[in-house]
């Protein structure tokens, strides 16, 4: 069902859905960017629609409301294990068709690779809603719609704002009721990104020849293995499992895990100084060959969603689309 | 599966047999966990710390696992003695293709600690049966370092054993040289089938060396190690090209583990 609802009005849904749900959306930080003064999107909890940045893309992606950086899985006691359970709201993500076919990624590999289910994933997953922002007309690095997670049906309500009305359809039963007091009915049928400036060409086979090519080589002169391509993106699910006790009491303590990128030192470190991937162009193969092939040859769709986060955050101004054409135009030869 | 799968269980250690000044084999209690050879458990202890291990023997009531202190969990698991607790999750992987080995002629090539995960496929040989001939290569890198002294001995009745080292002392009877070179002696004869264990340059020398002696691709069976956190296909530290080591391995075939690159 289609509504429209006013500025107000979409407010006042969020308060009362506020009581129930965590609500995060990408959000404004001023002066929190990587430049001194300038401001940071990422995403943050939000009461009121004038808080959601609509018209701007966030550095990181929404994952880590359902992944977070730092998850502790247990605690410690003398003699017990004692699990982590989250607090009971639900959550509402407001976030693109790109994160959404991001998210789904997330899910495969958490909820489908191998016999078992990552449980803490799952807990936080299900309480999940998606609110589909429109998306239009995306940004310069973006080339979704190559990888086709430029559009998704996996959605509960689509929003669109515009002037000072808010324009929604929503698919979720539980939350119609809401939409019915707050709106009135109109037409509404999301739209999607259908171009981007970058188009990307995924290559279909790759041979073992294209490990040695000169292309890593050149990347190894350029990444600083800094890893923010890899916070960035939506898609990256890699975790290290650590234990720790705490200070002031030793009996204590907790196994946790926290985020880990193929791009960083120390991701393959083995017994007797085996190191795989010394050269950091060859991470970057790891990388690139994971999100645009390996995925794709396991489960059927390509890891990467186009959302062009890791060329954005990147220090060294390498572009991934760039890289991705590179290999293809080197398979294609 | 809905329980958590990284909730482990405590289990209590039955025996601890020194091998070197690094490596202890401990026996532990643990009903009920019918693993298949090669496979590995996750071992922990609270607040150290988690890692890999590969269950070197079991019987219906007891797992054993062979380790070598090398950091951190390896350290601690080596100060303990009988009767204290560790724990563990698993088994995972999948474990070696004992179909594939029956009645034929097995050459096993082994670096060091790479004889853990298949001593309980030999020791089962020993006891029942099941090969054509087994010829057991094992390569250490010095006589200190030789594990599993008195099975290799009870071995050498039934099967051709032999030991090198890489850096042989002058009171060592054996052989001094790389385990890769044993290789010639034993196979091409007649169509064997292989299992290698060890580090990466090794199993690269011993694949080599084994299609030169014309044993096939598919009669050759890797059990490879990679760096892993989680055991069960979600952390990502293990995976080669679309392949997940802790799910799809550790054993391989060598026709996948030629197209795998790190
Ligand atoms: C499937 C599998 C089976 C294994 N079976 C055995 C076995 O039967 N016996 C045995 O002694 N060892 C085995 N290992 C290796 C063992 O897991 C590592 O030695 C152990 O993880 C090191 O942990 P640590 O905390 O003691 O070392 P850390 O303090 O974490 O580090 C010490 C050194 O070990 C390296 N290391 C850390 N984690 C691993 C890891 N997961 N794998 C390899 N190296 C690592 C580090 O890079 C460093 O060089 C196996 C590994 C795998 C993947
Ligand atoms: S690899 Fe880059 S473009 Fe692709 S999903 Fe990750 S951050 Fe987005
Ligand atoms: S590609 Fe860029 S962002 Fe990624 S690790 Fe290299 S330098 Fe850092
Ligand atoms: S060890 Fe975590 S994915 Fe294999």
């Known amino acids: 069902m289609g509504y429209a609802l006013s500025v107000q009005a979409f407010n006042s849904l969020l308060a009362e859905l506020g009581g129930r749900y965590k609500i995060y959306a990408p959000k404004v930080f001023q002066g929190k960017g990587r430049v001194a003064g300038s401001a940071l999107v990422a995403y943050g909890e939000v009461g009121e629609l004038a808080e959601i940045a609509f018209d701007r893309k966030t550095a990181f992606s929404p994952k880590e409301i359902i992944f977070p950086v730092n998850q502790t899985m247990f605690y410690f006691t003398k003699e017990e294990f004692k699990e982590n359970v989250p607090d009971e709201r639900g959550v509402l993500i407001f976030l693109r068709a790109c994160d959404i076919n991001g998210i789904e990624r997330l899910d495969t590999i958490f909820l489908q690779n191998g016999p078992y289910r990552d449980v803490y994933y799952e807990r936080l997953r299900r309480k999940v809603k998606f609110f589909l922002m429109d998306c239009h007309p995306g940004w310069e690095s973006c080339f979704c719609v190559s990888l086709g997670s430029n559009r998704t049906e996996n959605y509960a309500v689509y929003v669109r704002r515009e002037n000072n009305e808010v324009f929604c359809r929503v698919k979720d039963q539980e939350l119609a009721g809401l939409f019915e007091k707050y709106g009135r009915a109109a037409d509404v049928e999301p739209r999607f990104v259908e171009k981007n400036e970058v188009q990307v060409k995924v290559p279909g086979e790759v041979g073992v020849d294209v490990f040695e090519h000169r292309l890593w080589q050149e990347y190894t002169a350029r990444c600083s293995a800094c890893g923010r391509c890899t916070v960035s993106c939506p898609t990256c699910t890699c975790f290290t499992i650590q234990d720790l006790f705490y200070q002031d009491n030793a009996e204590c303590g907790e196994r946790r895990r926290v985020w880990a990128s193929c791009m960083i030192d120390g991701f393959t470190d083995m017994a007797g100084g085996v190191a795989l991937r010394a050269n950091h162009g060859d991470r970057l193969r790891y990388k690139t060959l994971h999100k645009i092939y390996d995925f794709k040859k396991r489960f059927g769709v390509p890891m990467c969603v186009g959302c062009g986060r890791c060329d954005d955050v990147c220090p060294e101004y390498i572009s991934f689309s760039k890289c991705i054409n590179k290999l293809g135009e080197i398979l294609g030869r | ?262």
């Not at chain 2, 096939?216 to 090209?241: N, P, Q, T």
Request: with cysteine.
């Open chain 2, 1 to 262: 599966m809905n329980a958590n799968p990284y909730l482990p269980v405590r289990a209590k250690i039955l025996e601890v047999v020194r091998q070197t000044e690094q490596i202890a084999t401990f026996q532990i209690e643990s009903p009920g966990l019918n693993p298949v050879p090669g496979q590995f458990l996750e071992v922990s202890i609270p607040k150290v710390g988690e890692c890999p291990l590969s269950i070197s023997d079991f019987d219906s009531d007891y797992i054993e696992l062979t380790v070598r202190k090398v950091g951190k969990v390896t350290g601690a698991l080596n100060a303990l003695r009988k009767g204290d607790h560790l724990f563990i999750r698993g088994p995972y992987g999948n474990g070696f293709p004992l179909e594939k080995l029956a009645g034929r002629h097995v050459v096993m090539v082994l670096g060091g600690i790479g004889l853990v995960p298949v001593k309980s496929i030999v020791n089962r040989y020993y006891q029942n049966g099941g090969v054509k001939r087994l010829d057991l290569l094992v390569g250490f890198r010095t006589p200190r370092e030789v594990i599993f002294q008195e099975e290799l001995a009870r071995w050498q009745e039934k099967f051709n054993v032999v030991i090198t080292v890489d850096q042989g002392e002058p009171d060592w009877p054996g052989r001094v040289g790389l385990v890769s070179e044993l290789v010639k002696e034993v196979a091409g004869q007649e169509r064997a089938v292989a299992i290698v264990v060890g580090p990466p340059a090794m199993i690269r020398a011993a694949a080599e060396e084994l299609l030169k002696s014309r044993v096939a691709k598919e009669d050759i069976w890797v059990s490879l190690e990679r760096r892993m956190s989680c055991g069960i296909g979600k952390c990502g530290h293990c995976k080669i090209s679309d392949q997940y080591v802790c799910l799809d391995g550790p054993v391989f075939n060598y026709r996948q583990v030629e197209k795998l690159v790190d």
